[in-house]
């Protein structure tokens, strides 16, 4: 069973800065795409961004594009979401996930994914 646990949420001012981390289990993490999702209230959840088995490449959803950057290290298991200029409609939460084993590049669309972890949440205050 493939376990995801995220961590670094908390409350930040907007303009701030938060880094969140995804710790995977198994031995195979760099054989996976990884991306972080994020569900506001009432709204439904979205891809944030992305980023390919070896890290090479990543992409991001529009409204975050800039601001926000992923990365991993794979010899950790871990993927990061680095977030600067925090603004308050990135209020969520946040979810990191683990694409499918067939998806070979960039894992684009919420059906790329196959795991998920339990979430971590985000509040920017204006």
């Known amino acids: 069973q493939v376990q995801l646990v995220e961590s670094g949420g908390g409350l930040v001012q907007a303009g701030g800065s938060l880094r969140l981390s995804c710790v995977t289990s198994?031995?195979?993490?760099?054989?996976?795409?990884m991306g972080w999702f994020r569900q506001a209230p009432g709204k439904e959840r979205e891809l944030v961004g992305g980023?390919?088995?070896?890290?090479?490449?990543?992409d991001y959803a529009d409204s975050v594009k800039g601001r926000f950057t992923i990365s991993r290290d794979n010899t950790k298991n871990t993927v990061y979401l680095q977030m600067n200029k925090l603004k308050p409609e990135d209020t969520a939460v946040y979810y990191c996930?683990?694409?499918?084993?067939?998806?070979?590049?960039?894992?684009?669309?919420?059906?790329?994914?196959?795991?998920w972890g339990q979430g971590t949440q985000v509040t920017v205050s204006s």
């Open positions: 996930a683990r694409a499918r084993a067939l998806v070979q590049g960039l894992a684009t669309r919420t059906d790329d994914y196959a795991f």
């Open positions: 198994g031995r195979t993490f760099s054989m996976y795409a």
């Open positions: 980023i390919s088995r070896n890290g090479g490449s990543s």
